[in-house]
């Protein structure tokens, strides 16, 4: 994980192809992943390898029995995705440290909704028959506005993986 970087979690994921493409979006951003338990697949799953590719050994991941250790590090830089949530992502603190995304078919439990109100963000739906987005979309979505909100893209020289002095010399 980088300075400056989020860092991602997914509270009892249930899809192996959402967390592997997660997996693969925190090591192309360089963010910390943290998994929830339980899950509703296996560690060695090879939907959950797939999506990922060869990037694994890039991954800066997690694994907690429990989300409270990060809520209690994070309390107030901690942000949670809901569909249920009034606030809209773009309002989220830009010193928020931790992105929580709930399971993909039940989303978080609904204490959560009592106890961290003031911390449930939602991503807008424009057609009243969508209920909500893929959950790795969701996540792809406020991880680079959250970057970009940071500075992050002026201030990383990126091309494609290839450092900028090498991207810049001629052949």
């Known amino acids: 994980m980088k300075p400056g970087h989020p860092q991602i979690c ?21 963010c910390r992943l943290h998994l929830i338990k339980p899950f509703g697949f296996g560690t060695s799953d090879k939907n959950l390898r797939r999506p990922g590719l060869d990037y694994w050994p890039f991954l800066d991941l997690e694994i907690h ?17 809901s569909k249920f949530a009034t606030q809209l992502y773009t ?5 928020t440290e931790v992105l929580v995304f709930g399971r993909e078919t039940s989303g978080f439990p609904p ?23 893929n959950l790795a ?31 810049t010399q001629k052949p």
């Open 111 to 133: 204490e959560f909704h009592e106890r961290f109100k003031d911390q449930l963000y939602r991503i807008p739906l424009f057609h009243p028959h969508v209920r909500s987005l």
């Open 137 to 167: 979309n969701a996540c792809s979505i406020v991880v680079y506005d959250l970057m970009q909100r940071r500075g992050l893209f002026a201030s990383e020289k990126v091309s494609h993986g290839i450092p900028e002095s090498a991207a």
């Open 65 to 81: 029995d429990s989300i409270e250790p990060l809520v209690a590090t994070y309390s107030g830089r901690i942000a949670f995705f």
């Open 10 to 30: 997914l509270f009892q994921p249930e899809i192996p192809q959402n967390t592997g493409s997660i997996g693969r979006l925190a090591a192309a951003t360089s």
């Open 91 to 95: 309002d989220m603190p830009v010193d």
